[in-house]
């Protein structure tokens, strides 16, 4: 059992920016990938960034050159830069940690991130 628990979402103006966390705890064992999915109001989830150890991270094409997820393994924790945030960004974050022993999904709760002026 892997317990995510994320941090850093809020309100912010267009153009500004934004830093996520989220932390993983529990049987963390062998390897894995974290990232981060969002889900707008009345949109489907989507993928916003993934990033593997000995990988590169992997970016959807609305973020590429703005966001930027980096990981640190010591502490199991998962970041995620947002700049230069748009109004499209608006959504729920959502931190997702896969294992690749048992192919499980976890996730965070969510976090919201609000871009409005």
């Known amino acids: 059992q892997v317990q995510l628990v994320e941090s850093g979402g809020g309100l912010v103006q267009p153009g500004g920016s934004l830093r996520l966390s989220c932390a993983a705890s529990g049987s963390i064992f062998g390897g894995n990938t974290m990232g981060w999915y969002r889900q707008a109001s009345g949109k489907q989830r989507e993928l916003v960034a993934t990033?593997?150890?000995?990988?590169?991270?992997n970016y959807a094409d609305s973020v590429k050159g703005r966001f930027t997820i980096s990981r640190d393994n010591v502490k199991n924790t998962v970041y995620l830069q947002m700049n230069n945030l748009k109004p499209e960004d608006t959504a729920v974050y959502y931190c997702?940690?896969?294992?690749?022993?048992?192919?499980?999904?976890?996730w965070g709760q969510g976090t919201q991130v609000t871009v409005s002026s």
């Open positions: 997702n940690f896969w294992a690749f022993q048992g192919g499980r999904a976890y």
């Open positions: 990033i593997t150890p000995g990988r590169p991270p």
